[in-house]
């Protein structure tokens, strides 16, 4: 399989300067090669190429777009810059690699599926929760009958407070936590259960602690989806460690997700594991740089589709409304603008 030749939109921390950074991820695998990247802060942009030791960078996205060796870009921009850096991307010709959320508005999220259709080219929303190793397995048995018909979900995760410097903006551009880092796990849940419409959406908020954040801290949801299917979700921002607990619950049996094992069980036997693995908390990126490169290669539709990233864009839209008006609110939402 040839390299697919990439170009990178964004050269904050999570784009370039982390350990782990989606740059770097690129550059170490096997189905893709980087080769440009992109800031429309100059300064950032050259010193994101000396870190990458790459010769060529831009603060104009077009310039770097009309490179005929740019085959795709990988935008990783703040979040109001998503929908905008993505268009120009599929306008340009090019594959694209959008990173959650599509868009901060359903409206934004229809432009770029307008785009998407126009360009006829692949488009992939990347969250990496669904390519690890312990998400395909539990989509097997799920699929394969194990735990009997869905019932619940919960999924409940602590961390601490975003960090500041490349990524301050998260204080009080992000859209709040369903649209930073819970809108992963509304993603997961859309492709675990093929698809489910949601139907209802209940959530609360409080800014307990940090003041800098333009948005509550910790937060909780109730989504209703068809099958019927209710997920429970939650996170707050206040603990010194990262914590998740993730459960599936069916008719017969649950799925109890444990980084990198997979447990059966609870109803017609104690949970027993029926899956491990030893790859690192972090490798899903690379498994969804590897199935972005071959749906490209392909023809095939990406596992996260536009489609997916406008469905859970419009679940985190509801959610941040229910917590301003402590009510549920019923969906599908019409247009709204935040």
Not at 136 to 160: E, M
Not at 251 to 274: A, C, N
Not at 283 to 312: K, M, N
């Amino acid at each position: 399989m040839a390299k697919l030749r990439m170009g990178l939109v964004g050269c904050g921390l999570r784009g370039v300067f982390d350990p782990q950074s989606v740059a770097k991820t690129i550059q170490g695998h096997d189905a893709a090669e980087l080769v440009a990247v992109a800031d429309s802060d100059p300064i950032r942009a050259r010193e994101a190429a000396e870190h990458l030791g790459l010769g060529d960078n831009y603060s104009d996205l077009a310039g770097m777009l009309r490179r005929a060796d740019v085959e795709a870009a990988y935008v990783v921009t703040p979040n109001p810059m998503h929908a905008a850096n993505g268009i120009d991307v599929l306008e340009a010709g090019k594959h694209l690699m959008l990173v959650k959320p599509m868009g901060m508005t359903l409206e934004e999220c229809d432009c770029v599926l307008a785009a998407h259709r126009r360009s006829g080219k692949t488009m992939m929303i990347d969250s990496q929760i669904p390519f690890g190793q312990v998400a395909r397995k539990a989509k097997d048995l799920i699929r394969a009958g194990a735990i009997g018909r869905p019932v619940t979900t919960w999924d409940v995760q602590g961390r601490g407070k975003y960090r500041s410097g490349l990524s301050e903006w998260r204080f009080g551009q992000a859209g709040g936590i369903f649209f930073e880092t819970l809108i992963h796990t509304l993603l997961f849940h859309r492709w675990l259960f093929d698809r489910p419409a949601a139907r209802q959406v209940w959530a609360w908020g409080e800014k307990t602690f940090f003041q800098e954040y333009a948005y509550p801290d910790v937060v909780w949801a109730h989504v209703e989806m068809e099958g019927p299917i209710s997920s429970v979700l939650g996170e707050n921002h206040l603990m010194d460690r990262f914590f998740s607990s993730r459960v599936v619950v069916g008719t017969q049996d649950s799925l109890y997700f444990e980084r990198s094992r997979l447990l059966l069980g609870g109803k017609t036997k104690p949970p027993e594991v029926v899956f491990e693995t030893d790859e690192g908390p972090r490798t899903g990126l690379a498994h969804s740089i590897r199935h972005f490169v071959e749906s490209v290669q392909s023809g095939r539709e990406p596992d996260l589709t536009g489609e997916d990233g406008r469905a859970a864009t419009e679940i985190a839209l509801a959610a941040n409304r229910a917590m301003e008006t402590g009510q549920p609110l019923a969906l599908p939402l019409v247009q709204v603008a935040r």
